[in-house]
Protein backbone atom coordinates (compact mmCIF):
# COMPACT_ATOMS: atom_id res chain seq x y z
CA UNK A 1 0.00 0.00 0.00
CA UNK A 2 0.91 3.67 -0.61
CA UNK A 3 2.13 5.81 2.29
CA UNK A 4 1.72 9.66 2.51
CA UNK A 5 2.80 11.09 -0.61
CA UNK A 6 4.32 14.55 -0.69
CA UNK A 7 5.45 16.64 -3.74
CA UNK A 8 7.71 18.34 -4.75
CA UNK A 9 10.04 16.90 -2.10
CA UNK A 10 12.38 19.92 -2.57
CA UNK A 11 11.99 23.68 -3.26
CA UNK A 12 13.50 26.49 -3.94
CA UNK A 13 11.64 29.92 -4.11
CA UNK A 14 12.24 33.46 -3.74
CA UNK A 15 11.03 35.90 -1.32
CA UNK A 16 7.72 37.33 -2.09
CA UNK A 17 7.10 34.51 -4.70
CA UNK A 18 4.08 32.03 -4.22
CA UNK A 19 4.58 28.16 -3.39
CA UNK A 20 2.04 25.40 -3.36
CA UNK A 21 2.39 21.93 -1.33
CA UNK A 22 0.40 18.88 -2.61
CA UNK A 23 -0.30 15.10 -0.34
CA UNK A 24 -2.13 12.50 -0.97
CA UNK A 25 -3.24 10.53 2.12
CA UNK A 26 -3.29 6.75 2.53
CA UNK A 27 -6.34 5.20 1.18
CA UNK A 28 -8.91 5.51 3.17
CA UNK A 29 -8.24 8.26 5.72
CA UNK A 30 -9.69 11.18 5.51
CA UNK A 31 -8.04 13.53 7.87
CA UNK A 32 -4.99 15.27 6.49
CA UNK A 33 -3.16 17.39 8.90
CA UNK A 34 0.05 20.08 7.79
CA UNK A 35 3.03 20.95 9.82
CA UNK A 36 5.96 23.04 9.46
CA UNK A 37 9.02 21.72 11.33
CA UNK A 38 12.39 24.17 11.90
CA UNK A 39 15.86 22.12 12.15
CA UNK A 40 16.20 21.04 15.61
CA UNK A 41 12.22 21.67 16.41
CA UNK A 42 9.43 19.56 16.49
CA UNK A 43 7.07 20.18 13.93
CA UNK A 44 4.16 22.90 14.21
CA UNK A 45 0.53 22.70 13.76
CA UNK A 46 -0.78 24.36 10.91
CA UNK A 47 -4.12 22.95 9.37
CA UNK A 48 -6.44 19.81 9.77
CA UNK A 49 -8.61 19.14 7.14
CA UNK A 50 -11.35 16.19 7.62
CA UNK A 51 -13.95 15.37 5.22
CA UNK A 52 -13.00 18.02 3.00
CA UNK A 53 -13.84 21.13 6.04
CA UNK A 54 -11.30 22.99 7.93
CA UNK A 55 -11.01 21.09 11.39
CA UNK A 56 -7.81 23.42 12.77
CA UNK A 57 -5.89 26.01 12.16
CA UNK A 58 -2.59 26.48 13.99
CA UNK A 59 -1.05 30.12 14.71
CA UNK A 60 -0.09 30.90 11.45
CA UNK A 61 -0.44 34.19 9.56
CA UNK A 62 -3.29 34.42 6.49
CA UNK A 63 -0.32 34.04 3.74
CA UNK A 64 -0.87 30.41 4.85
CA UNK A 65 -4.27 28.44 3.42
CA UNK A 66 -4.75 24.97 2.67
CA UNK A 67 -7.67 22.84 1.40
CA UNK A 68 -9.01 19.92 0.47
CA UNK A 69 -10.54 17.90 -1.92
CA UNK A 70 -12.86 15.29 -2.52
CA UNK A 71 -10.48 12.55 -3.24
CA UNK A 72 -9.35 13.63 0.34
CA UNK A 73 -6.03 14.64 -1.29
CA UNK A 74 -4.85 18.34 0.16
CA UNK A 75 -2.94 21.49 -0.75
CA UNK A 76 -1.15 23.50 1.38
CA UNK A 77 -0.63 27.09 -0.41
CA UNK A 78 1.93 30.12 1.41
CA UNK A 79 1.89 33.04 -0.65
CA UNK A 80 4.62 36.27 -0.40
CA UNK A 81 7.26 34.19 0.96
CA UNK A 82 9.75 35.41 3.81
CA UNK A 83 12.87 33.89 4.15
CA UNK A 84 11.36 32.50 7.51
CA UNK A 85 9.05 30.40 6.17
CA UNK A 86 11.80 28.27 4.98
CA UNK A 87 11.70 24.98 6.38
CA UNK A 88 10.40 21.11 6.12
CA UNK A 89 6.26 20.79 5.52
CA UNK A 90 4.69 17.60 6.49
CA UNK A 91 1.94 16.47 5.88
CA UNK A 92 0.04 13.19 7.86
CA UNK A 93 -3.17 11.35 7.24
CA UNK A 94 -5.65 9.79 10.02
CA UNK A 95 -8.71 8.01 9.93
CA UNK A 96 -9.38 10.95 12.11
CA UNK A 97 -10.65 9.90 15.30
CA UNK A 98 -9.50 10.40 18.78
CA UNK A 99 -6.24 8.46 19.23
CA UNK A 100 -5.73 7.71 15.40
CA UNK A 101 -2.21 7.96 15.12
CA UNK A 102 -1.02 10.00 11.86
CA UNK A 103 0.91 8.46 9.46
CA UNK A 104 3.48 10.91 8.02
CA UNK A 105 4.70 11.62 4.64
CA UNK A 106 8.90 12.71 3.88
CA UNK A 107 7.54 15.67 3.35
CA UNK A 108 8.64 19.28 1.21
CA UNK A 109 12.14 21.05 2.13
CA UNK A 110 11.22 23.97 1.08
CA UNK A 111 13.89 27.17 0.69
CA UNK A 112 13.04 30.77 0.29
CA UNK A 113 16.09 33.17 -0.66
CA UNK B 1 -0.84 28.53 24.63
CA UNK B 2 -0.37 24.66 25.29
CA UNK B 3 3.69 23.53 26.08
CA UNK B 4 4.49 19.69 26.05
CA UNK B 5 8.26 19.79 27.48
CA UNK B 6 10.48 16.63 26.63
CA UNK B 7 13.47 15.86 28.72
CA UNK B 8 16.13 15.40 28.46
CA UNK B 9 16.88 16.86 24.70
CA UNK B 10 19.60 14.55 24.01
CA UNK B 11 21.23 11.48 25.67
CA UNK B 12 24.16 9.52 24.79
CA UNK B 13 24.59 6.13 26.57
CA UNK B 14 26.55 2.70 26.26
CA UNK B 15 24.49 0.04 24.78
CA UNK B 16 23.23 -2.35 27.08
CA UNK B 17 21.98 0.61 29.38
CA UNK B 18 18.94 1.61 30.31
CA UNK B 19 16.72 5.29 29.58
CA UNK B 20 13.45 6.89 29.86
CA UNK B 21 12.33 10.10 28.26
CA UNK B 22 9.96 12.42 29.97
CA UNK B 23 6.73 14.59 28.67
CA UNK B 24 5.25 16.44 30.84
CA UNK B 25 2.44 19.11 30.74
CA UNK B 26 0.12 21.29 33.04
CA UNK B 27 -2.60 20.36 30.13
CA UNK B 28 -4.80 17.58 29.86
CA UNK B 29 -4.24 15.72 26.21
CA UNK B 30 -7.06 12.98 24.51
CA UNK B 31 -4.13 10.90 23.62
CA UNK B 32 -0.18 10.83 23.56
CA UNK B 33 1.75 9.64 20.57
CA UNK B 34 5.11 8.71 20.48
CA UNK B 35 6.98 9.10 17.11
CA UNK B 36 10.49 8.30 15.91
CA UNK B 37 12.17 10.65 13.56
CA UNK B 38 15.21 9.85 10.89
CA UNK B 39 16.97 13.01 9.26
CA UNK B 40 14.87 14.20 6.60
CA UNK B 41 12.10 12.23 6.60
CA UNK B 42 8.50 12.41 8.43
CA UNK B 43 7.81 11.05 12.00
CA UNK B 44 7.24 7.49 11.94
CA UNK B 45 4.65 6.19 14.77
CA UNK B 46 5.63 4.19 17.57
CA UNK B 47 2.62 3.92 19.80
CA UNK B 48 -0.54 5.77 21.23
CA UNK B 49 -1.74 6.22 24.42
CA UNK B 50 -5.42 7.02 25.48
CA UNK B 51 -6.32 6.22 28.62
CA UNK B 52 -4.83 7.41 31.66
CA UNK B 53 -2.38 5.23 33.54
CA UNK B 54 -2.40 2.97 30.77
CA UNK B 55 1.16 1.26 29.74
CA UNK B 56 1.96 -0.07 26.42
CA UNK B 57 5.04 -2.06 25.70
CA UNK B 58 6.65 -2.47 21.91
CA UNK B 59 9.47 -5.24 22.50
CA UNK B 60 12.40 -3.14 24.48
CA UNK B 61 10.23 -0.39 24.23
CA UNK B 62 7.77 0.66 27.43
CA UNK B 63 5.48 3.36 27.07
CA UNK B 64 3.05 5.18 30.10
CA UNK B 65 0.66 7.48 29.94
CA UNK B 66 0.18 9.44 33.28
CA UNK B 67 -3.14 8.62 35.66
CA UNK B 68 -4.17 12.91 34.87
CA UNK B 69 -3.45 11.96 31.12
CA UNK B 70 -1.07 14.84 31.19
CA UNK B 71 2.32 13.22 31.26
CA UNK B 72 4.07 10.60 29.49
CA UNK B 73 7.29 8.32 29.17
CA UNK B 74 9.18 6.13 27.17
CA UNK B 75 11.61 3.39 28.63
CA UNK B 76 13.59 1.73 26.62
CA UNK B 77 15.73 -1.57 28.27
CA UNK B 78 18.81 -2.49 27.21
CA UNK B 79 19.40 -0.10 24.33
CA UNK B 80 21.19 -1.43 21.38
CA UNK B 81 22.45 1.10 18.68
CA UNK B 82 19.68 0.35 16.38
CA UNK B 83 17.52 2.55 18.97
CA UNK B 84 19.56 6.05 17.77
CA UNK B 85 17.53 8.40 16.24
CA UNK B 86 14.94 11.09 17.12
CA UNK B 87 12.06 10.33 19.35
CA UNK B 88 9.25 12.87 19.51
CA UNK B 89 6.57 12.80 21.86
CA UNK B 90 2.90 14.79 20.57
CA UNK B 91 -0.13 15.23 22.72
CA UNK B 92 -3.63 15.07 21.03
CA UNK B 93 -5.65 18.55 21.93
CA UNK B 94 -8.82 17.49 23.34
CA UNK B 95 -10.54 20.16 21.45
CA UNK B 96 -9.89 20.06 18.22
CA UNK B 97 -7.40 17.09 17.76
CA UNK B 98 -4.37 19.06 17.00
CA UNK B 99 -1.03 17.39 17.79
CA UNK B 100 1.45 19.44 20.49
CA UNK B 101 4.58 18.79 19.92
CA UNK B 102 7.90 18.21 22.15
CA UNK B 103 10.89 19.44 21.18
CA UNK B 104 12.53 15.91 20.69
CA UNK B 105 15.28 13.78 22.36
CA UNK B 106 17.76 13.14 20.25
CA UNK B 107 19.81 9.47 21.69
CA UNK B 108 22.83 7.89 20.50
CA UNK B 109 23.59 4.46 21.34
CA UNK B 110 27.54 3.80 21.36
CA UNK B 111 28.46 0.00 20.43
Known amino acids: DAGVTQSPTHLIKTRGQQVTLRCSPISGHKSVSWYQQVLGQGPQFIFQ???????GRGNFPDRFSARQFPNYSSELNVNALLLGDSALYLC????????????FGSGTRLTVV | TQLLEQSPQFLSIQEGENLTVYCNSSSVFSSLQWYRQEPGEGPVLLVTVVTGGEVKKLKRLTFQFGDARKDSSLHITAAQPGDTGLYLCAGERVSNYQLIWGAGTKLIIKP
Open chain 1, 49 to 55: YYEKEER
Open chain 1, 92 to 103: ASSLGGTGDGYT
